[in-house]
């Protein structure tokens, strides 16, 4: 069975566009979670979700993100405009019945902002 | 807001010596979790504490869950190469509507 799939892998833009990260979880797992990673904030949590609704999003930085989940199979996280500081790794991530439970993670989409 | 502090931040030994990680914070958590993650991948589970003063064994590593479930330990003996990478703790907090990351370990394991 394919592991946690996201695209795209790299992803460079100019600040101020929109940029869009997408995430299929492994199937029949109910929670899916975005994180993001940097040397200097190390893996923070941005939001998770539990059977498509969000439940925890106090770690999404500011409006200009949004993550939705529109079925069990799709998640999109979104930055509108992006800034050079929201050049990190994006990992998504899921997990079947519970936060205590394995979450395996996709391998990331490195997001450079120019 | 809930930190889980992991010390030492980095660590550079030689293979065969024995180490510590450390994982603090001033909460409890109901579990705790160890992930490794390599160099261009995602973090992959090591173990799941949920016990205060609980001992887990995963061949050469051992991990050890606080008794007031607040803190935890990761020890590697006899150290090797395979061994490097970023050691990470996360912790769940009670009511299981929280989950934290810690800051992180980087250990460089050289033949």
């Known amino acids: 069975d394919a592991g946690v799939i996201q695209s795209p892998r790299h992803e460079v833009t100019e600040m101020g566009q929109e940029v869009t990260l997408r995430c299929k979880p492994i199937?029949?797992?109910?929670?899916l979670f975005w994180y993001r990673q940097t040397m200097m904030r190390g893996l923070e949590l941005l939001i998770y979700?539990?059977?498509?609704?969000?439940?925890?999003d106090s770690g999404m930085p500011e409006d200009r993100f949004s993550a939705k989940m529109p079925n069990a199979s799709f998640s999109t996280l979104k930055i509108q405009p992006s800034e050079p500081r929201d050049s990190a790794v994006y990992f998504c991530?899921?997990?079947?019945?519970?936060?205590?439970?394995?979450?395996?993670f996709g391998p990331g989409t490195r997001l450079t902002v120019l | 807001t809930q930190l889980l502090e992991q010390s030492p931040q980095f660590l550079s030994i030689q293979e065969g010596e024995n180490l510590t990680v450390y994982c603090n914070s001033s909460?409890?958590?109901?579990?705790l979790q160890w992930y490794r993650q390599e160099p261009g991948e995602g973090p992959v589970l090591l173990v799941t504490?949920?016990?205060?003063?609980e001992v887990k064994k995963l061949k050469r590593l051992t991990f050890q869950f606080g008794d007031a479930r607040k803190d935890s330990s990761l020890h590697i003996t006899a150290a090797q190469p395979g061994d490097t990478g970023l050691y990470l703790c996360?912790?769940?907090?009670?009511?299981?509507?929280?989950?934290?990351f810690g800051t992180g370990t980087r250990l460089l394991v050289s033949p």
């Open positions: 991530a899921s997990s079947f019945a519970g936060l205590a439970n394995e979450q395996f």
């Open positions: 199937s029949g797992h109910d929670y």
């Open positions: 979700f539990n059977n498509n609704v969000p439940i925890d």
């Open positions: 909460s409890v958590f109901s579990s």
């Open positions: 504490v949920v016990t205060g003063g």
């Open positions: 996360a912790g769940v907090s009670e009511g299981f509507q929280k989950l934290v």
